[in-house]
């Protein structure tokens, strides 16, 4: 078996190099909570560094394989190395031309956005995973992406929905303070991405305000 660093992204997440974007992202979530803060399997086998790296390795994955562009040219250079069959690659067949007789079949199946909507409201409110990181005093940036992640949502998706840059989404959950613009701004940001999640907006942002206070003290 190959070490964590001698891994392709596909290998690291343990999916072919034909998985879908929603397998994409279930890969992420669950390898993602193996190797979190409160992993027991994380501890028991990882230091904490080779746990960073790892996490970090996943992060990189993640966002080159769940981008069409970025996944194609990483594919390129894997079949160029001779690492990958052109034959199996990851076909989107929803770009496929659709026979007439079947787009309302298609489409009466799809999920519209009133359905999403209610679905991530349901969740936000029942997983119990979310509502104890809700129910701390201080909320870490890496609570922010585990909720995110208990709902399925994708950051790219928090991203286009709210009109915040992925940059400064990926500043908050990852606590880059460094990259962080004015207060009143960062509060805004941190609203939208709430707002979208259906969290509480005084909670989520007054228990991220606290984290951040307490480790510029540190």
């Not at 909570?33 to 994380?42: F, G, H, M, T, V």
């Not at 970090?56 to 990483?74: M, W």
């Not at 979310?130 to 909320?139: M, V």
């Amino acid at each position: 078996m190959k070490r964590h660093g001698e891994q392709n992204h596909y290998e690291l997440m343990e999916i072919s190099p034909g998985a879908s974007p929603l397998e994409i992202r279930r890969a992420y979530k669950k390898i993602f909570d193996l190797y979190q803060d409160d992993s027991i399997a994380s501890y028991s086998f990882f230091s904490e560094r080779e746990r960073r790296e790892i996490l970090a390795r996943l992060e990189e994955a993640y966002l080159t394989l769940i981008d069409a562009e970025s996944r194609a040219a990483y594919d390129r250079g894997l079949m160029e190395r001779g690492l990958l069959e052109e034959e199996k690659q990851y076909h989107d067949k929803t770009k496929d031309p659709v026979p007439i007789y079947d787009f309302k079949k298609v489409h009466a199946g799809a999920q519209g956005p009133l359905k999403r909507q209610e679905e991530m409201k349901r969740r936000a409110a029942q997983n119990p995973v979310i509502q104890s990181i809700l129910a701390q005093d201080r909320i870490a940036g890496a609570d922010l992406r585990r909720i995110r992640m208990e709902m399925d949502v994708p950051i790219e998706e928090v991203a286009a929905k709210t009109n915040v840059r992925m940059e400064m989404l990926r500043a908050i959950e990852e606590e880059h303070y460094d990259l962080f613009l004015p207060r009143v701004y960062m509060i805004g940001f941190l609203r939208s991405y709430a707002r979208y999640l259906h969290l509480d907006e005084n909670i989520a942002v007054g228990g991220y305000f606290k984290r951040v206070e307490e480790r510029k003290q540190v």
